[in-house]
């Protein structure tokens, strides 16, 4: 199966499926696509949330985690 990105930096679809069964493979691989979207948008918003933290907050927390490149 091959997929293609949107133009508005959306999940990835099916642009082309032949055969016996597609329809399943289809609708799992748009779900799994949907679901990905939908995880990296609650990071996103839980970390813009954590973000607003007062400093006290955050020290606490140990966020955000300097990380680097060496580390990685």
Same mark, same amino acid.
């Given at each position: 199966?091959?997929?293609?990105?949107?133009?508005? *930096?959306? #999940?990835?679809? &099916?642009?082309?499926? /032949?055969?016996?069964?597609?329809?399943? $493979?289809?609708?799992?691989?748009? *779900?799994? #696509?949907?679901? &990905?979207?939908?995880? /990296?948008?609650?990071?996103?918003?839980? $970390?813009?949330?954590?973000?607003?933290?007062?400093?006290?907050?955050?020290?606490?927390?140990?966020?955000?985690?300097?990380?680097?490149?060496?580390?990685?």
């Amino acid at each position: 199966m091959k997929t293609q990105k949107t133009r508005a *930096g959306g #999940a990835d679809l &099916a642009v082309l499926a /032949r055969g016996n069964g597609f329809y399943y $493979a289809i609708r799992r691989f748009v *779900g799994d #696509a949907i679901e &990905a979207r939908r995880r /990296r948008a609650l990071a996103q918003h839980t $970390a813009e949330e954590l973000a607003h933290l007062p400093d006290y907050l955050k020290q606490d927390i140990g966020w955000p985690t300097p990380i680097k490149h060496e580390e990685r």
